[in-house]
């Protein structure tokens, strides 16, 4: 491989990107990375400052910042683990983190939403970029195949449990908005993009209905890597396979995905009739299309545990941080 980082952007947000990007950070001598994370969030803590104080959503910068953030020695750890700490008590503290009422703070002492998060990584020492994939305030939209119609990110994640087996037809974001220019241009700059993991709509196609973002992703050069969902998400993508995961990958940004990583990891029971429980399955591996698939166990052993004062459901079964970048450095090196 030529000495030269390759600049690998990763698009989507919450969990699944921390994940990834926590993984890639083990090899930034080898890679310039950038994450590019949607601003439609509207839950939890995130979602209660949005509407308090007007500003950009905070959470999914948040995590990626985290993911970044370097943790060389007991101070650095510390400040990350700070970034990352969750009230679980307190007259309208409960259920916020540190980290997001510092990038409020940050935004009302310096004036934007950019400056704020360039601040925060500077505090954490972050190697990468994290940009917000817009600049203007949106809310994700849904039509469903019934014509059923929801604003907000929020609602779409935690649907009422008779719209659970229903599908999104339609995407988009209201009012509409375009593409920040530094994302456009970490996306044509690109040497490899890569979709996911996470929620197939709020997390991954939330970025890229913002205009301007799937032609960037068109006219890069770089190859596309799709990391596949390990379950479907109840009101959003019930009875679809790796298949058609693919197709509305495609549909949304008229870009066919050079690599899609398949999990091939065995779920453990307990945790798969929980998700049963919920009406969500294992993301059926049906793909036979033109893309390479590389198929391998990309799952965490670890357990997952609930954070006290977290008010949003989260996932249960998580992509491994160092199996995913390792998969995605044989792409890297193979290119």
Request: proline share 4%; with cysteine; glycine share 8%.
């Amino acid at each position: 491989m030529s000495t030269q980082k390759k600049r690998v952007v990763v698009i989507g947000g919450g969990t699944g990107t921390h994940t990834l990007l926590r993984g890639l950070s083990r090899y930034q001598k080898q890679l310039d990375l950038t994450a590019i994370v949607t601003m439609a969030d509207s839950g939890g803590s995130t979602g209660r400052l949005r509407d308090e104080f007007g500003y950009l959503p905070v959470g999914d910068v948040r995590m990626a910042l985290a993911a970044l953030a370097s943790d060389s020695d007991e101070h650095e750890a510390l400040v990350r683990q700070l970034f990352m700490y969750r009230f679980a008590k307190g007259d309208g503290l409960s259920g916020h983190t540190f980290g997001n009422l510092l990038l409020v703070a940050l935004t009302d002492i310096l004036g934007s939403e950019e400056a704020a998060i360039r601040a925060a990584a500077r505090v954490l020492r972050v190697e990468g970029s994290v940009i917000p994939v817009t600049t203007e305030p949106v809310h994700l939209k849904a039509i469903y195949s019934d014509g059923y119609e929801v604003i907000g990110e929020h609602e779409i994640d935690e649907p009422p449990h008779d719209r659970h087996m229903h599908t999104v037809a339609d995407l988009s974001v209201t009012p509409p908005a375009m593409v920040n220019p530094r994302a456009e241009d970490a996306l044509l700059a690109a040497d490899l993009i890569i979709l996911g993991p996470g929620d197939l709509y709020t997390s991954i196609l939330a970025n890229c209905v913002v205009g301007g973002v799937s032609e960037a992703i068109r006219h890069s050069t770089a190859q596309v890597v799709y990391v596949s969902n390990l379950m479907t998400r109840a009101g959003q993508t019930a009875g679809m396979g790796v298949a058609a995961h693919v197709t509305e990958i495609v549909r949304y940004t008229a870009r066919q995905p050079d690599v899609i990583l398949v999990n091939t990891g065995v779920f453990p029971v307990d945790l798969i009739q929980k998700y049963e429980a919920e009406d969500e399955y294992p993301v059926i591996d049906d793909y036979t299309g033109e893309s390479m698939v590389i198929r391998t166990d990309l799952l965490a052993t670890e357990t997952v545990t609930t954070v006290s004062g977290d008010t949003v459901r989260r996932s249960l079964l998580r992509h491994d941080p160092r199996r995913l970048a390792r998969s995605i450095m044989d792409i890297v090196t193979t290119s």
